[in-house]
């Protein structure tokens, strides 16, 4: 099955669908004049492999580099090569969160 992004005037993605394998090749066009359904249609992929990561509600489309990017979880970080959010200290251990206040990492106790 192929997946399918809808983006809106501000290419952030509204909704994920799937579409039959037979109708990958022309999927905008399957959606649009076949389903009826409106709106720009990006393929996506649940393995990363085109378009640098699988859209979700409220990713956003680069057009200009092709890429889907997930929402940014908190102001101070950044986003690196792989189109990936980074904080601006490398977490320490799976048993921390993110403290935007204090930009720091906190133990989980």
Do not use: C
């Not at 579409?19 to 090749?25: K, L, S, T």
């Not at 999927?27 to 720009?40: E, I, K, M, S």
């Not at 509600?57 to 189109?83: A, C, Q, R």
């Amino acid at each position: 099955m192929a997946h399918f992004a809808n983006i809106d005037e501000d290419n952030l993605v509204i909704e994920v669908l799937v579409v039959p394998d037979d109708q990958e090749h022309r999927g905008q066009d399957f959606l649009v004049n076949d389903l009826g359904l409106a709106g720009t249609w990006i393929q996506t992929s649940y393995n990363n492999n085109i378009r640098a990561n699988f859209a979700g509600i409220d990713y956003s489309y680069d057009s200009e580099n092709d890429v889907f990017i997930p929402p940014k979880p908190f102001p101070s970080w950044v986003l690196n090569d792989d189109w990936f959010w980074e904080p601006p200290i490398e977490r320490p251990g799976s048993n921390y969160f993110w403290n935007e206040e204090n930009l720091e990492w906190v133990e989980m106790v």
